[in-house]
């Protein structure tokens, strides 16, 4: 084979090769260009050397971006490689193409050399990327938007429910104080009777809200106040548990106090604390077996529980307990008065001293509610 | 003398300029938020959809680290982010140096920016279009450059690479700004350095810039492209020097 026959091969393999090839001055001048390149662009190589750069073979984002990005890379690199940019076709179509350039010296001179490979498919499958990617992003932001609509509808509620049982208690203890003293006026046993009952509705309905204005305190505020001083531990649930007894007239109830010491919490929480448990045992507990409520004192903490009999708390429901709106499956009986926050606030008044409450339950050992509360 | 580089790379554009004025100098450079090896944590798509947000980190830094009066060199967009910065507090810049400049790229009646919203929407379809090669990590991967060994490969594949969604909001913030309005209150001594052959920055767009500025002066230089820092540093540096001994400083 002759230097002349090599050199035709060299070039028809340059011409023919199945990427389009470009070398151009430093500026982007055209120097050289395949027939491959050239027939994409659907113009004469005599069109191109020498009259026209690179760049201008691009769309109008391309050249910003060949300005922008290309040229420093190159400059700074020496090479860049899969760039995707778009080329004009003489006809005014674009053809998407991912290049190569390297930047060298020939012979003093510098000049960029680039392969240029078509990339219809790669730029199907970037377009459907992006257009995932687009609804993805669109579904994201609108579950953000539910969710947050959700948070604000939910904090209104509870803002609302703080607000209604505020305003409740006023018209609540004219009521009881009303009633009280219509039964010092000498009722008949008739008006008696019905002053009886509204007495006790009343009363329920004002630890009702109680319990709601503890709940959205908890909730919404900085958690339940709590105004700790010394109290004589079992003196005060002695008490608590007497007075339980003339709400729930039908049922045994026990005080134990075990240990002997000091003890410094808020008396009105923890009998409130001891209310909500009780009410719990009654309405859940087996009816013909005693509640029993326990005091105990130890060197470093201090703990209340309250144990009835019956039928266990599932372990699968024992952990949700403490959360608000939660309660048992099982309200066959219609003593309890919850609307679901009584173990609730048990738990925010146990950790407003400190503390923790906590559940056991089983068939054999029953149920007991405990709360535990360090002691200072 | 504080660096300010434009969009699409970083800091490191400068390379072939700084280091000549830090004889002279205190130089400082930096990497815009959202650029470079900038905190891309810092990056607040509120703060910096207006050029302001890059203006007050660029007066920070100036106020962090400028003992006197300061050099402002800005390329591209900095140089309009250093014109905000300096009707802030004018007191703390003796000068300001623009490299290829635009106060606003697209046409406008008489004015010519060079460019149509078309155009930029096209840009942003480009940026958006190269999502394998430009998406996250990935950096236009490079084949070796057998030139210039000294070229660190921890500089190969980082100083070009952006987030794809802030080079997105980057590029319409910059091509989308029109400063045109606020020019008139500068009145600290400007180089504009217009290249003779730039389709980001054209000439008559230096000249507007010339016309507007009352205390400026126009130097033209025979580059092609934008970035003539990298191209031409020799030329640029010489009308640098020539503006600065007129003024100086």
Same mark, same amino acid.
């Given at each position: 084979m002759t230097a002349e026959d090599s050199e035709a091969e060299s070039q028809s393999l340059l011409d023919e090769a199945p990427c389009g090839l470009m070398r151009t001055a430093a500026?982007?001048?055209? *120097? !050289?260009?395949?027939?491959?390149?050239?027939?994409?662009?659907?113009?004469?190589?005599?069109?191109?050397?020498?009259? !026209?750069?690179?760049?201008?073979?691009?769309?109008?984002?391309? !050249?910003?971006?060949?300005q922008t990005h290309w040229a420093p890379l190159l400059q700074m690199q020496s090479s860049i490689s899969e760039v995707k940019l778009e080329l004009i076709h003489a006809d005014g179509s674009t053809i998407p193409v991912v290049f190569n350039a390297m930047r060298r010296k020939d012979q003093c001179v510098v000049v960029h050399d680039l392969a240029a490979f078509v990339a219809r498919d790669r730029d199907k499958y970037e377009r459907e990327l992006i257009l995932s990617r687009k609804k993805l992003e669109a579904?994201?932001?609108?579950?953000?938007?539910?969710?947050?609509?959700?948070?604000?509808?939910?904090?209104?509620?509870?803002?609302?429910?703080?607000?209604?049982?505020?305003?409740?208690?006023?018209?609540?203890?004219?009521?009881?104080?009303?009633?009280?003293? *219509?039964?010092?006026?000498?009722?008949?046993?008739?008006?008696? !009777?019905?002053?009886?009952?509204?007495?006790?509705?009343?009363?329920?309905?004002?630890?009702?809200?109680?319990?709601?204005?503890?709940?959205?305190?908890?909730?919404?505020?900085?958690?339940?106040?709590?105004?700790?001083?010394?109290?004589?531990?079992?003196?005060?649930?002695?008490?608590?548990v007497d007075e339980l007894r003339t709400v729930y007239p039908g049922r045994k109830l026990k005080h134990r106090g075990l240990g002997q010491g000091p003890c410094r919490a808020d008396p009105n929480r923890l009998e409130q604390l001891i209310g909500n448990l009780v009410s719990n045992a009654v309405a859940y507990g087996a009816p013909e077996k005693d509640v029993t409520v326990t005091s105990s004192l130890s060197a470093d903490s201090f703990v209340v529980a309250v144990h009835n009999e019956g039928s266990p708390i599932p372990e699968s429901s024992q952990a949700g307990l403490f959360l608000p709106m939660a309660r048992g499956t099982d309200t066959s009986s219609s003593g309890g008065r919850s609307v679901g926050l009584g173990l609730f606030i048990v738990s925010e008044i146990a950790k407003a001293h400190g503390g923790l409450a906590r559940v056991q339950s089983s068939l054999e050992q029953g149920t007991t509610f405990s709360v535990v509360i360090p002691r200072g | 003398m504080v660096?300010?580089?434009?969009?699409?790379?970083?800091?490191?554009?400068?390379?072939? +300029?700084?280091?000549?004025?830090?004889?002279?100098?205190?130089?400082?450079?930096?990497? +815009?938020?959202?650029?470079?090896?900038?905190?891309?944590?810092?990056y607040d798509t509120v703060k910096y959809s207006t050029l302001q947000g890059y203006a007050d980190d660029a007066l920070e830094i100036?106020?962090?680290?400028?003992q006197g009066p300061t050099i402002f060199v800005g390329h591209s967009v900095s140089a309009m982010i250093g014109v905000l910065a300096n009707l802030q507090e004018p007191e703390r810049f003796a000068a300001q140096i623009?490299?290829?400049?635009?106060?606003?790229?697209?046409?406008?009646?008489?004015?010519?920016?060079?460019?149509?919203?078309?155009?930029?929407?096209?840009?942003?379809?480009? +940026?958006?279009?190269?999502?394998?090669?430009?998406?996250?990590?990935?950096?236009?991967?490079?084949?070796?450059?057998?030139?210039?060994?000294?070229?660190?490969?921890?500089?190969?594949?980082?100083?070009?690479?952006?987030?794809?969604?802030?080079?997105?909001?980057?590029?319409?913030?910059?091509?989308?700004?029109?400063?045109?309005?606020?020019?008139?209150?500068?009145?600290?001594?400007? +180089?504009?350095?217009?290249?003779?052959?730039?389709?980001?920055?054209?000439?008559?767009?230096?000249?507007?810039? @010339?016309?507007?500025?009352? @205390?400026?002066t126009l130097s033209v230089i025979h580059n092609v492209g934008h970035c003539p820092h990298l191209s031409s540093p020799g030329p640029v540096a010489a009308v640098l020097d020539a503006f600065l001994a007129k003024e100086g400083l």
């Open positions: 500026d982007g001048t055209i *120097l !050289r260009i395949n027939r491959t390149f050239y027939n994409w662009l659907g113009l004469e190589p005599a069109a191109l050397i020498g009259r !026209r750069r690179f760049q201008d073979l691009l769309t109008v984002g391309g !050249r910003i971006f060949h579904l994201v932001a609108e579950a953000d938007r539910l969710q947050s609509d959700a948070k604000d509808r939910a904090l209104f509620a509870e803002q609302m429910i703080g607000i209604v049982s505020h305003d409740l208690r006023n018209p609540m203890s004219s009521i009881q104080m009303g009633t009280h003293l *219509l039964v010092q006026s000498d009722p008949s046993p008739n008006q008696q !009777r019905i002053l009886t009952r509204i007495r006790r509705a009343a009363d329920r309905a004002t630890h009702l809200i109680a319990d709601l204005l503890d709940f959205t305190q908890a909730r919404v505020g900085k958690g339940l106040t709590v105004v700790a001083e010394d109290i004589d531990l079992h003196a005060l649930m002695g008490e608590t | 660096f300010a580089h434009g969009f699409g790379c970083d800091q490191n554009m400068w390379r072939l +300029l700084a280091p000549a004025y830090s004889k002279r100098y205190r130089t400082v450079l930096f990497d +815009l938020v959202g650029s470079g090896k900038s905190d891309l944590s810092a100036v106020r962090e680290f400028s623009m490299v290829g400049p635009s106060p606003c790229y697209i046409n406008d009646g008489d004015y010519v920016g060079g460019f149509t919203r078309r155009d930029i929407d096209s840009l942003l379809e480009t +940026l958006e279009g190269n999502y394998l090669g430009w998406s996250s990590n990935m950096a236009p991967a490079i084949m070796g450059a057998p030139d210039q060994p000294e070229l660190s490969q921890e500089l190969t594949n980082s100083f070009c690479r952006t987030d794809p969604e802030v080079a997105k909001q980057f590029a319409r913030v910059t091509f989308l700004s029109d400063m045109r309005a606020q020019l008139t209150g500068l009145t600290t001594p400007t +180089l504009i350095v217009q290249c003779n052959d730039d389709i980001i920055a054209p000439v008559t767009v230096g000249d507007y810039l @010339h016309r507007q500025l009352p @205390h400026s």
